[in-house]
């Protein structure tokens, strides 16, 4: 089986274990691209998560205006539809919070963690195959919660049972993802996916050999959250400045 075929089939069976799980008030919506914009995100997947890879961006879970409008990991449209050309159907969840429509590549917002993290890998490798030829980026959940508001909840915010049951689950694809792309970094992009990616790097080295694979190191970037004051102060800036200083990029304009 290819790397994209174990990934497929990782991201299928992670889709079917979260059909299963129930989360309490306030979480009043779960959207799950996984599955009505699975073709979007297995495009995405065949396209440009073949070989190994020398670093691995990890995400949290979709944003409204992202990852649940088009499938793909800080999936602000117009990165989506321009650099990264994915065109594959999207369709919608069952059940729809009346402020957060699916849309998908007619969606009108911009999501700006979106615009920001794909405008950098834009600007500094110019086409998508040059980046992905030793890069990839995920999220580690593929759900979105919604309050009744329209208000999202990230993960970390769940009850601990809830966020439990959530986790283990999440934590096998994202391994699967590691053993086979066999990353030298993992980089989190902000805090809850950086300490889940401790988690699953250290269940991937356990189930490969570790002696006869480079070991795969954990770092963090700055999020590219509006939310946060340091990211509007120059995201793009302050992410390369930390992806050189760790050495996982140099000074020059490609990694």
Known sequence: MSNVDTIVSA???????????????????????????RAAWEQYLTRYGTGRKRVVFLGMNPGPWGMVQNGIPFGERDMVGE??????????????????????????????????????????????????????????CPLAFLESSGRNRTPDKLPAAEAHALFAACDVLLGEIVAVMRPEWLIGVGAFATHRAKTAVTAAETALNARETPATRVA??????????????????????????LGVWSDGSTA
């Open 83 to 140: 650099w990264l050309r994915i065109d594959a159907p999207i369709t919608s969840p069952d059940s729809l919070h009346p402020k957060r429509p699916v849309l998908g590549y007619d969606c009108t917002r911009s999501e700006v963690s979106g615009r920001r993290f794909w405008g950098l890998m834009r600007n500094r490798f110019g086409r998508p195959e040059v980046f992905f030829e030793s890069h990839f980026v995920a999220n580690y």
């Open 11 to 37: 991201s299928r069976d992670l889709s079917r274990k979260l059909a299963e799980l129930r989360f309490s008030e306030p979480v009043e919506y779960v959207y799950n691209p996984f599955e009505y914009a």
């Open 220 to 245: 963090t970037v700055l999020h590219p959250s509006p939310a946060s004051p340091r990211a509007n102060a120059g995201w793009e800036q302050a992410a390369v400045k930390q992806l050189v200083d």
